[in-house]
C-alpha cells in the first residue's frame, strides 16, 4: 500500500488556485492508485473543504497538501496569522458569540475556531466529538436537533469521516480524513437511514439493564426477526467485551439501519492512568504465548494495546500449532507507520484477507481461520472496524440484512 506525500499549495484566491488543486490532487491520486468513484469523492470533498475554508477565511491565506494511501487519505489546510478586526467583526455577527456551541450549526464551529480570539489558548476540536455532542443531546434540545439536521445537509460533514482542528497560537490546522475501507460503502448517508436511541454504558453498570435496553432500542429499526436476533447478538457480544475490558472506560451504543444493512457502532472513552497503563504494558509484554479468547478477545486486545502505543498493536500475536499469528499487524490499515499520531485503524476483512492467503499452506492460519469461522461476530459481520486514538475507541460493526 503506496503512502504518498504531495507538494504542498499555497492559496490566496480561489478561483485561479483551485485549478492548481486538482493538478497536484490528480499526481497525488495517481502516486496511491486511487481511481472512480473512490476519487471522485475525494475530489468533490476537496473542493468543498477548500470553498468552505476560503469563506470563513476569505483574506487570509492558505497552505493545503494531501498525504496517506489509498485506504485512508487526508486533506491538511494551515492558516497561519490573525484575521483583521474587520473580519472578526463580520464574522462575529454570523456566529453570534463566536463560542463553540452547538446551536450556531457545523459551519458556525468551524467560525468560532478560526476567529482565534485569544492566541495565547490553545483548543482541539473534532467531527467525532462534535456529533458525539449532537447525537447525545439532540432528542432533548432543540437547538441540538437544529444543528445535528445542519451537519447532515453538510457535504463536507457527509462526506468526510473525521475533521480534526487544533488552534495554536495564530496557527490553525485543520486536517480532513477519508476512509476509503470498502465495507464502508454498506454504510451510506442517505435519507433511508434510521438511527436508533443510545444505550449507555460503563465500568460497574449493571450488564442485564442494558441487554433489555437493547431490545426496545433494536425493535426501533424496524428489521425482520432474524436481523433483530442477529443484532442482539452482536450487543451482547460487544457488551462481553467490554466486561473483559482492564482499564475503566464509559460507552455509548447504537444501531443505524439503512437499505440493505445495519450496523452497531460504539465510542467508549477510557480512563487509565500512568500506573494502570504501566501495569497494563508489563502484563501485555508478558501474555504474548497465552491463548486470547476469540474473536471479540482479539478486538479487545486491539483496543487496550491501541490506547497505550500502537506499536503495541503490531506486536500483538498468538501461537497456532506452533505458529505465530500476528493477528494485531494482520488488521491494521492506514498511515499509522508514517504517522502514528492518526491513531490506530483495524478491520476484520483485512485479518480475514492475511489468513486467507496462508491458511492453505500454513497449519497455524488454517486454525486461526476456524476460530473466525466459529466466531459470532466474524461470522455475521460483513466487516468489524475499530479507530483507537488517544483514550477514544469508535467500533462499528456492519452487517448485511437478511430478512
Not at 338 to 367: H, Q
Request: with cysteine.
Amino acid at each position: 500500500m503506496q503512502y504518498s506525500k504531495s507538494e504542498h499549495i499555497k492559496i490566496t484566491g480561489l478561483e485561479q488556485d483551485l485549478e492548481r488543486v486538482y493538478e497536484v490532487l490528480d499526481d497525488y491520486l495517481k502516486d496511491i492508485d486511487l481511481s472512480g468513484k473512490k476519487a471522485l469523492r475525494f475530489r468533490l470533498l476537496t473542493e468543498e473543504v477548500v470553498r468552505l475554508i476560503k469563506s470563513i477565511i476569505s483574506n487570509n491565506s492558505l497552505e493545503l497538501w494531501f498525504e496517506g494511501t489509498n485506504r485512508l487519505s487526508n486533506i491538511k489546510l494551515i492558516s497561519i496569522g490573525q484575521m483583521d478586526d474587520q473580519t472578526k467583526k463580520e464574522l462575529g455577527s454570523i456566529s453570534t458569540s463566536g463560542q463553540v456551541v452547538e446551536e450556531k450549526g457545523f459551519f458556525g464551529e468551524l467560525i468560532s475556531l478560526f476567529l482565534i480570539k485569544d492566541s495565547s489558548q490553545d483548543s482541539d476540536w473534532s467531527l467525532k466529538e462534535y456529533e458525539d455532542k449532537l447525537r447525545a443531546k439532540k432528542a432533548e434540545d432543540k437547538f441540538s436537533m437544529e444543528a445535528w439536521e445542519d451537519l447532515e445537509r453538510s457535504l463536507v460533514g457527509n462526506l468526510a469521516d473525521d475533521i480534526e482542528i487544533k488552534v495554536r497560537k495564530n496557527k490553525v490546522e485543520m486536517t480532513v480524513v477519508k476512509d476509503f475501507t470498502d465495507s464502508l460503502a454498506f454504510v451510506s448517508t442517505g435519507r433511508d437511514k434510521i438511527v436508533s436511541n443510545q444505550i449507555f454504558a460503563g465500568t460497574g453498570k449493571a450488564a442485564a439493564k442494558s441487554l433489555n435496553r437493547a431490545e426496545d432500542v433494536i425493535c426501533e429499526l424496524g428489521m425482520s426477526h432474524e436481523d433483530e436476533l442477529h443484532a442482539k447478538l452482536l450487543f451482547e457480544e460487544t457488551m462481553g467485551m467490554l466486561a473483559a475490558m482492564t482499564g475503566n472506560y464509559i460507552a455509548v451504543i447504537w444501531f443505524e439501519k439503512y437499505k440493505k444493512s445495519y450496523c452497531l457502532k460504539l465510542t467508549a472513552r477510557t480512563q487509565m492512568d500512568y500506573d494502570k497503563k504501566q501495569d497494563f504494558l508489563d502484563m501485555s509484554s508478558s501474555r504474548r504465548n497465552e491463548n486470547v479468547k476469540g474473536f471479540m478477545g482479539k478486538v479487545m486486545d486491539v483496543i487496550e494495546n491501541g490506547i497505550l502505543d500502537y506499536e503495541k498493536v503490531m506486536k500483538l500475536s498468538q501461537t497456532y500449532c506452533g505458529t505465530y499469528i500476528d493477528y494485531g499487524n494482520m488488521g491494521m490499515y492506514g498511515v499509522m507507520e508514517m504517522a502514528p499520531d492518526c491513531g490506530i485503524m483495524w478491520s476484520l476483512n483485512d485479518y480475514k484477507d492475511s489468513l486467507s492467503d496462508e491458511k492453505d499452506t500454513e497449519e497455524g492460519a488454517k486454525e486461526a481461520w476456524d476460530e473466525l469461522e466459529k466466531s459470532i461476530v466474524a461470522s455475521l459481520a460483513t466487516d468489524v472496524l475499530v479507530g483507537v486514538k488517544g483514550d477514544r475507541v469508535d467500533m462499528t460493526i456492519i452487517c448485511e440484512c437478511k430478512g
